[in-house]
Structure formats: C-alpha cells, structure tokens
C-alpha cells in the first residue's frame, strides 16, 4: 500500500513525486510511467527554452509559476551541474502593425515585473547582424537547457530518497473506494495493480483519459497539435547571438515560427502548428483510429478547428511546402535558404480544448476524493515544472485536510 502514486514520468509527474518525497521521507511514493524511460513526449520534445514569461496575464498561474520557474531552473541545474546557458531572448518586430504589438509586449513585461530593453533597429542590427527588423523587446534572462537531463537528475534523487519507479507500465482501469484508490497497469503482458492512499495523474497526452477513468464528468478533450521543427546545418549554428521570436499574433494560440539555439550548439527552426491525428505522431504521416475518432466526435474539435481555420490551413500548406515556412523565417533572417532548413524531429502539444470550443490557457485541474489531476499543464511547464510541483503538493495537502 503506497501513500501516494503518481502518474506520468514527464518533468510535471517527476518534479511532484521529486518534491512530495523530500517533504515527506517516511511516505511510500510510487511514479508510474508507460514508457521505459522519462521525458518520451513533451518534455523531450520541446525547444529546451527556459523562458523569462512575457506572454502571459498578470497575475496568472502561468505567469507565477513561470518566474518563479527560471529561477528554480537555474538553481537546480547549479546544483546538480547540469549544463544550460542564459543567452537572452529577442522578440523581433519587422512591420509597423508588429511594432504596435511589441509595444504592448513591453508594458506586459513590465507588469510582470521581468528585465526587458527596448531595442530600435540599429541597436538590434549591433545585438544581431543576421538579423534585420524595426526594433525588437530583450529579455535577458531567457536561457536553454536540456530538459530530458532535468528529469534524469529528478528521477535519481526521488529514487534515492526512497522513492519507487515502474517504468512500461500502461495505466489501464483505476477504481477508488473510501479506504483507497488502486491503479491497474499493463506490463510485460500481464496486469498488475498498485493500491495507494491518494493519486495525482499528470498524464499529458492521457490528462483526459486517465481523468475518465476515476468517473469525473469531463467537459474538455487533450487536442494534440503537431511542432514542427528544422535544424539548420552546423554551418550556421553562430548564425544568432540569442534566441530569435517574431512578435506574435494576439489572435492566434501560437508563438510563430522562431529560432533557437539548442544547448548542444546546433539551432533550430520552428515550430508551425498543424492538427495532430495520433497523440504520440512524432511522424509526418502518423495516423491513430482511436484518437483520431475520439476528436472528431468532439464538438469543441469542430468549433476551435472553425474559428481558426484560416490559420490552420497556413500551417498545413507551410508544413508540405518548405517554401511558405522559409517565407515567415526569412521575414527576419534572410540568410536562411530553402537547403538549410534540415530534418528535426517534431513534438506535440497536449491542448486541451473545452466542448465550446475555448482553448484552455492556463492550468486546468480536477479531482475525486482520492485523486487530484492536472488536466492541463500549458507551456512553460517544463520552465515553470518546480514550482508547479510545489503547487500541486500544496494542493494534495489540501485535499486531505
């Protein structure tokens, strides 16, 4: 009988069970995870950014946790030597109607208390001589790290504090009584069960269906959008000092397409947005019946697909033709050619999207009597994952009073 079981070997999953075993040693914790190892879908597939939080409301979880998350980032990595690098974010506006963004941007920053600069166009061309815009917004304190390193070192200390791991273990049935909660898995081709006290899912992907499984009535549905990524080749991995982001569309969920520097020197270009038909599609052409009919038997499926179908559409042609991606990435770096954008493997963001259409922004949760689920975990949870651990800790607490 575990004290707690937790499920989902992503940073979200990793960094509650890390924190929940350090505030309670004596407690037994199990983490279960399907794959055979952590960090196979979101965490790994990202940008690697720790980003500063720019974009987000004032006084928003996403906006806490998110500098609260750089600092706790970068302290962790000192700690445990990880290798990350704070080289600085510039958002690039290269028009008049994306200068009168990059004006609001500004004042976001500053209500969200983080260091900005102002840059006019000869201070951008100084920063970033392969770069070309009208001005540009500097956010020091972006950096790059590799996430998958985060959650290793995560998963070594849980476990050295006493902490257990079942890895390839595929979550099946979960039943809840009043005395406890007991998870069924799949492994080796045979089923087996764990009985705990209380569960936290922090399942990505499965957020929706694992949240079915202990009864909640659901009102909302895991969307999965395909990233795109190119890399470009070594030759142009000093190509820019920062990392490059146009401003963005108010109107669209996205932050357009930018460039990264990666933490192993090389750069990356992306991502786009495209409809995922298969959660786990890292491919071009994946396909799955099953999530792909639960999507489309989805009515907020049809009406978000609806209010951006224009977009959308821009994003499925950029993604067939190399051509119309160059296009939005040559808007600020005009070196870049058709030959340099290189195979990169794609990620996927798990959106969840509410029956009316609405696409959750911020964190989404819900519970029974002996579970508590993050239903969603929007980007930066990778930068914001310690302190979003903390809280959810908090909020187990809570549950049990």
């Not at 998110?66 to 302290?75: L, P, Q």
């Not at 790059?144 to 979550?171: P, R």
């Not at 609806?306 to 005009?334: M, N």
Request: glycine share 8%; proline share 5%.
């Amino acid at each position: 009988m575990y004290d707690y079981i937790i499920i989902g070997g992503g940073i979200v999953g990793l960094s509650t069970a890390w924190q929940l075993q350090a505030a309670h040693p004596d407690k037994r914790i199990l983490l279960i995870e399907k794959e055979s190892g952590y960090a196979h879908h979101q965490t790994g597939h990202n940008s690697g950014v720790i980003h500063a939080g720019v974009y987000y409301a004032p006084g928003s979880l996403k906006a806490k946790f998110c500098k609260e998350g750089v600092a706790a980032t970068i302290a962790f990595c000192n700690k445990h030597n990880i290798k990350y690098e704070q080289c600085g974010k510039l958002l690039v506006a290269t028009n008049d109607l994306e200068f009168e963004r990059m004006k609001a941007l500004y004042q976001r920053c500053l209500q969200n208390e983080l260091e900005v600069e102002w840059l006019d166009a000869a201070a951008l061309k100084q920063r970033e001589p392969n770069i070309v815009g009208v001005g540009a917004l500097f956010v020091p304190t972006t950096g790059i790290v590799n996430y998958t390193q985060v959650c290793n070192k995560m998963a070594e200390e849980f476990t050295e504090m006493g902490g257990e791991v079942k890895l390839s273990h595929t979550v099946t049935a979960i039943n809840e009584t009043a005395d406890k909660i007991t998870v069924c898995t799949r492994h080796a081709g045979q089923t087996v069960s764990f009985d705990g006290g209380f569960l936290i899912a922090c399942a990505g992907l499965a957020a929706d269906r694992i949240a079915k499984m202990t009864g909640i009535a659901i009102d909302f549905q895991i969307i999965p959008y395909r990233g795109e990524y190119y890399r470009l080749p070594p030759k142009h991995n000093r190509i820019v000092n920062h990392l490059i982001y146009p401003i963005p569309d108010p109107d669209l969920p996205f932050l357009g397409v930018h460039l990264t520097r990666m933490i192993d020197g090389s750069v990356t270009v992306g991502p786009n947005a495209v409809q995922g038909f298969k959660r786990e599609g890292y491919g071009k052409l994946n396909f799955s019946l099953q999530d792909t009919w639960q999507m489309l038997t989805f009515s907020g499926f049809w009406k978000v697909t609806a209010k951006h179908f224009v977009s959308g559409i821009r994003e499925t042609l950029d993604s067939w033709l190399k051509t119309g991606y160059l296009k939005r990435v040559q808007k600020y770096c005009p070196q870049i050619t058709v030959d340099d954008l290189q195979p990169y493997p794609a990620g996927i963001r798990a959106q969840a999207v509410m029956a009316d259409g609405t696409l959750v922004h911020d964190f989404l949760f819900a519970d029974t009597p002996r579970s508590l689920h993050v239903c969603n975990a929007p980007s930066p949870a990778a930068t914001s994952a310690i302190p979003i651990g903390n809280y959810i800790c908090q909020k187990v607490y809570e549950h049990q009073r």
